[in-house]
């Protein structure tokens, strides 16, 4: 589980092929790394299968794993070597929850369209997959690229699947989102809490039994048992 809040951006160096999937390779500038531990890379949450400690001035990394279905789903397989990465621990328990639950999970691809200077801020427009859309709100959450973002507004009159969220300076300089350029494409998770509300709604209410349904049952199946009530 992780925060958004991006804490150092790495660098990939190497990308192996390994069968439908591949191996990553990130320079990082993390102090110290777990064998097995879980670490945001733009978003999509990989486990750190071996990793090399900084030493000598020069900067560590570590190694992960991106599976077929990760390949499919996040744009990983498109980051040029030597590309910048967002970077994120997993959240301690105990520790701040700055930005919202973020499960490292990526449901798709969004395309940025439109960034319009707002002051010292920059107003970025993305279009999501229809499919996704339910699930995003205004001034609910997403995760674009591994950043926690608050949804400004959704923009149903010029873009039917858009929705926009505001960079500040502080994460224009801090993460890989000051750098894009319309038509680039971001990982994009929805928020945790948005999936189960809307799964529920669709699954059908109307279908559940109610408590007085449940009672009976339980009655009845307590008697043919033997007990007298």
């Known amino acids: 589980m992780f925060t958004g809040l991006v804490e150092a951006v790495g660098t990939l160096k190497r990308r192996d092929r390994r069968g439908p999937g591949f191996?990553?390779?990130?320079?990082?500038?993390?102090?110290?790394?777990?064998?097995g531990e879980s670490i945001a890379v733009s978003g999509a949450c990989l486990t750190v299968t071996?990793?090399?400690?900084?030493?000598?001035?020069a900067l560590g990394g570590f190694a992960a794993h991106v599976s077929q279905e990760t390949v499919a789903k996040t744009s990983l397989g498109n980051v040029a070597l030597g590309g910048p990465v967002n970077l994120e621990?997993?959240?301690?328990?105990?520790?701040?929850l700055g930005g919202h639950l973020v499960s490292g999970h990526?449901?798709?691809?969004?395309?940025?369209?439109t960034k319009t200077a707002a002051g010292e801020s920059i107003a970025h427009v993305f279009t999501?997959?229809?499919?996704?859309?339910?699930?995003?709100?205004?001034?609910?959450?997403v995760t674009l690229d591994g950043v926690s973002l608050t949804v400004n507004r959704l923009v149903p009159d010029s873009n039917p699947h858009g929705f926009e969220v505001m960079l500040i300076p502080h994460?224009?300089?801090?993460?890989?989102?000051?750098?894009?350029?319309?038509?680039?494409?971001v990982n994009l998770e929805v928020d945790l809490l948005a999936r189960?509300?809307?799964?529920?709604?669709?699954?059908?209410?109307q279908a559940a039994p109610s408590p007085a349904r449940d009672e009976s049952s339980l009655l009845a199946a307590?008697?043919?048992a033997g007990h007298k009530l």
């Open 23 to 35: 191996e990553l390779w990130i320079e990082a500038p993390f102090a110290e790394y777990a064998a």
């Open 50 to 57: 071996e990793f090399q400690v900084p030493r000598g001035g």
């Open 89 to 96: 621990r997993s959240l301690q328990l105990g520790g701040r």
């Open 106 to 113: 990526v449901d798709g691809l969004a395309r940025l369209e």
């Open 128 to 141: 999501a997959p229809a499919e996704l859309m339910p699930l995003i709100a205004a001034k609910g959450s």
């Open 171 to 185: 994460t224009l300089a801090v993460t890989t989102l000051g750098k894009l350029s319309p038509g680039a494409e």
């Open 196 to 205: 189960y509300v809307v799964r529920y709604l669709q699954s059908g209410q």
């Open 222 to 224: 307590l008697e043919r």
